[in-house]
């Protein structure tokens, strides 16, 4: 047949989805029920992240819990799914 077609598109920059992450925590601050023996504490709450249009954010998470009286340094670290 021998026929050409032709079609012009534009292609764009990919931007990333925008996300917004929320933490809660059921306790302000680590009450006496820390063990500074052995380096942990048990602080529960819930992280969420929703996109900009609304649609829940699938994933894990890594939190680091840091002690101002330890002098910043890490004193936890967990991953939720």
Same mark, same amino acid.
């Given at each position: 047949?021998?026929?050409?077609? #032709?079609?012009?598109? &534009? @292609? #764009?920059?990919?931007?990333?989805? +925008?996300?917004?992450?929320?933490?809660?925590?059921?306790? #302000?601050? %680590?009450?006496?029920?820390?063990?500074? +023996?052995?380096? =942990?504490?048990?602080? &529960?709450?819930?992280?969420?992240? =929703?996109? =900009?249009?609304? *649609?829940?954010?699938?994933? *894990?998470?890594?939190?680091? %819990? %840091?002690? *101002?009286?330890?002098?910043?340094?890490?004193?936890? *670290?967990? @991953?939720?799914?």
């Amino acid at each position: 047949d021998g026929a050409v077609h #032709e079609t012009g598109f &534009t @292609v #764009e920059e990919y931007v990333l989805p +925008r996300f917004e992450v929320n933490i809660s925590c059921d306790q #302000e601050f %680590l009450t006496s029920s820390w063990d500074d +023996r052995e380096g =942990t504490a048990t602080v &529960t709450g819930k992280v969420g992240a =929703t996109y =900009t249009f609304g *649609k829940s954010v699938a994933g *894990k998470v890594t939190i680091t %819990l %840091l002690s *101002k009286m330890s002098g910043g340094g890490a004193i936890g *670290k967990g @991953v939720a799914g």
